[in-house]
């Protein structure tokens, strides 16, 4: 099993920044890949990007002003988030795809991103 908590979340002004984290812990390398999804209130859970090895890949609509980056020795993932506007407001959340043959996700509790205008 892999464990994970995220923290970072908060309040921040519109065009300010945060730096989530994904701690994980368990079993770690089961782990394929992990990512970042977001829910804001009202709506579905969507994806902001997934990081396999050293390489991220994002939703289009998230590119430049998200980076995803993963520190190996802490066995932690970080969302990097810059110039943050209001419909950023969600639950972020991370996971861990620890799948062989099809896909298999471990998921964080959720951090709050508040976005204030």
């Known amino acids: 099993q892999v464990q994970l908590v995220e923290s970072g979340g908060g309040l921040v002004q519109a065009g300010g920044s945060l730096r989530l984290s994904c701690a994980a812990s368990?079993?770690?390398?089961?782990?394929?890949?992990m990512g970042w999804y977001r829910q804001a209130p009202g709506k579905q859970r969507e994806l902001v990007g997934i990081?396999?090895?050293?390489?991220?890949v994002y939703v289009d609509s998230m590119k430049g002003r998200f980076t995803i980056s993963r520190d190996n020795a802490r066995n932690t993932m970080y969302l990097q988030m810059n110039n943050l506007r209001p419909e950023d407001t969600a639950v972020y959340y991370c996971?861990?795809?620890?799948?062989?043959?099809?896909?298999?996700?471990?998921w964080g509790q959720g951090t709050q991103v508040t976005v204030s205008s």
């Open positions: 368990g079993s770690i390398f089961s782990i394929k890949s």
């Open positions: 990081i396999r090895g050293g390489s991220a």
């Open positions: 996971n861990a795809n620890v799948g062989v043959d099809s896909a298999y996700y471990y």
